[in-house]
């Protein structure tokens, strides 16, 4: 197989505002997770990705391609594969906060943005820049910034299983990223399959893992369903937008700003006091994505989408 670079017309409005909406939707899931607390996270998980599957089905682009269907492991890896990647992500997201400290498991969870825009790099140049990694540690030190003060006092909480969960959701969401970026794989076209498998397969963990359960409230449910048609509908299709623009390096340091915003919407909703330390994380994750993009501006001359051919 031969791995090749495509080359796109390039709005530098669109990928950035898809980014960004992607972004904005993805911060509400701590103050949603929050309102749905009677559900176990793989039942809410099943019936958020369901919603998803439902709420994007007339969103994804239906027309014919001159390119032949998917076959042999290239099926597998996105019929199977990229629906197991979005099934562990959000499984073990949901999961993740109900076993940990939320601040603790949101700092490990929200690592992702820095292992995609690594491997990334790697995969598209080779190396890793000194500027995106300086890049990435400043915007990481952003949102470090907002639970490092209670880590500190209160101590490592030994939630270990809430820990490694967290982990789990990090390396799922920087592995869809990455294959969101296969152009021939098209995945946000196949969207509403994708998450109607990752569904089937999170139901049916929670039946072996959680058994059978009442029916949710009216209340909790509509709650799931915003989850899926936000978080996990809409969003999956503009950052899988985003990932397919030429400088997607770039647009990767935008999910830093997550836990900042994230944080920001607790303090509007009332949960949480606001302090200082949310405008000067926000400087740090500014801060940090600029001097990422630095090299993402020399790369983005090319569009980095990735295309496998048979050679």
Same mark, same amino acid.
């Given at each position: 197989?031969?791995?090749?670079?495509?080359?796109?017309?390039?709005?530098? @409005?669109? *990928?950035?505002?898809? /980014? !960004? $909406?992607?972004?904005?939707? +993805? %911060? #509400?899931?701590? &103050?949603?997770?929050?309102? =749905?607390?009677?559900?176990?996270?793989?039942?809410?998980?099943?019936?958020?990705?369901?919603?998803?599957?439902?709420?994007?089905?007339?969103?994804?682009?239906?027309?014919?391609?001159?390119?032949?269907?998917?076959?042999?492991?290239?099926?597998?890896?996105?019929?199977?594969?990229?629906?197991?990647?979005?099934?562990?992500?959000?499984?073990?997201?949901?999961?993740?906060?109900?076993?940990?400290?939320?601040?603790?498991?949101?700092?490990?969870?929200?690592?992702?943005?820095?292992?995609?825009?690594?491997?990334?790099?790697?995969?598209?140049?080779?190396?890793?820049?000194?500027?995106?990694?300086?890049?990435?540690?400043?915007?990481?030190?952003?949102?470090?910034?907002?639970?490092?003060?209670?880590?500190?006092?209160?101590?490592?909480?030994?939630? @270990?299983? *809430?820990?490694?969960? /967290? !982990? $789990?959701?990090?390396?799922? +969401? %920087? #592995?869809?990223? &990455?294959?969101?970026?296969? =152009?021939?794989?098209?995945?946000?076209?196949?969207?509403?399959?994708?998450?109607?498998?990752?569904?089937?397969?999170?139901?049916?963990?929670?039946?072996?893992?959680?058994?059978?359960?009442?029916?949710?409230?009216?209340?909790?449910?509509?709650?799931?369903?915003?989850?899926?048609?936000?978080?996990?509908?809409?969003?999956?299709?503009?950052?899988?937008?985003?990932?397919?623009?030429?400088?997607?390096?770039?647009?990767?340091?935008?999910?830093?700003?997550?836990?900042?915003?994230?944080?920001?919407?607790?303090?509007?909703?009332?949960?949480?006091?606001?302090?200082?330390?949310?405008?000067?994380?926000?400087?740090?994750?500014?801060?940090?994505?600029?001097?990422?993009?630095?090299?993402?501006?020399?790369?983005?001359?090319?569009?980095?989408?990735?295309?496998?051919?048979?050679?």
């Amino acid at each position: 197989m031969q791995l090749q670079r495509l080359h796109l017309t390039h709005s530098p @409005w669109l *990928g950035g505002g898809a /980014a !960004a $909406l992607a972004v904005v939707l +993805w %911060a #509400l899931v701590p &103050l949603l997770a929050a309102q =749905a607390g009677e559900l176990p996270p793989l039942r809410l998980s099943a019936l958020a990705l369901l919603a998803g599957a439902l709420g994007t089905l007339p969103m994804a682009r239906r027309r014919r391609h001159r390119d032949a269907p998917l076959r042999g492991l290239a099926g597998v890896l996105v019929y199977l594969g990229v629906p197991l990647l979005i099934a562990g992500a959000v499984g073990a997201c949901f999961a993740a906060f109900t076993l940990a400290p939320a601040e603790e498991a949101a700092l490990i969870l929200y690592t992702w943005p820095v292992l995609f825009l690594l491997a990334s790099q790697w995969l598209v140049l080779g190396r890793l820049s000194a500027s995106s990694l300086i890049g990435a540690s400043l915007a990481f030190s952003g949102a470090a910034l907002l639970v490092a003060p209670q880590a500190l006092a209160g101590g490592v909480s030994g939630a @270990w299983s *809430g820990y490694l969960l /967290a !982990a $789990l959701g990090a390396l799922c +969401w %920087a #592995l869809y990223s &990455l294959a969101s970026r296969v =152009a021939a794989w098209r995945l946000g076209e196949r969207m509403p399959h994708l998450l109607l498998i990752a569904s089937v397969l999170t139901g049916g963990a929670s039946l072996a893992l959680e058994g059978t359960i009442a029916l949710p409230s009216l209340e909790v449910l509509m709650v799931a369903v915003g989850l899926g048609l936000g978080p996990y509908g809409l969003a999956m299709l503009a950052w899988d937008r985003a990932m397919r623009d030429p400088l997607a390096h770039r647009l990767g340091n935008l999910a830093h700003g997550v836990p900042v915003l994230a944080t920001l919407f607790l303090v509007l909703a009332g949960v949480t006091t606001p302090d200082w330390r949310l405008p000067m994380a926000a400087v740090l994750v500014v801060a940090g994505s600029m001097t990422a993009a630095g090299e993402a501006a020399v790369t983005g001359r090319h569009d980095t989408r990735w295309d496998f051919r048979r050679s």
